[in-house]
């Protein structure tokens, strides 16, 4: 059984930054990769930032690049992603994505999902 719990959203003036939390309960970190997807009102759900568990690689869509970061923390079981630079169009809701496997962080379908966090940034 795979759990994933989101926090750390909220709302934030353009320029500014935030960063979202994501604990993972599981019994196993073999092979586990976890991501950040975002779903604005009225657009489909996008790729956001991967992260390898086993050697902290990382992957980002070419839009948050250089903007945001993802990292984990091994001891706490959660990973982060850090968001400087926002702009409008980052508000959505965030969510937090797993899966086991030996392909690379490219791969984009995950099995397990958190409940999401809004994230707001005014302009």
């Known amino acids: 059984q795979v759990q994933l719990t989101e926090s750390g959203g909220g709302l934030v003036q353009a320029g500014g930054s935030l960063r979202v939390s994501c604990t993972i309960s599981t019994r196993t970190f073999i092979w586990l990769k976890m991501g950040w997807f975002r779903q604005a009102p009225g657009k489909e759900r996008e790729f956001v930032a991967a992260?390898?568990?086993?050697?902290?690689?990382?992957y980002y869509a070419d839009s948050v690049k250089g903007r945001f970061t993802i990292s984990k923390d091994n001891a706490k079981n959660t990973v982060y992603l850090q968001m400087n630079s926002l702009k409008p169009e980052d508000t959505a809701e965030y969510y937090c994505?797993?899966?086991?496997?030996?392909?690379?962080?490219?791969?984009?379908?995950?099995?397990?999902w958190g409940q999401g966090t809004q994230v707001t940034v005014s302009s």
């Open positions: 994505a797993a899966r086991f496997g030996l392909t690379g962080l490219t791969l984009k379908n995950y099995d397990y």
């Open positions: 992260i390898s568990w086993s050697d902290a690689g990382t």
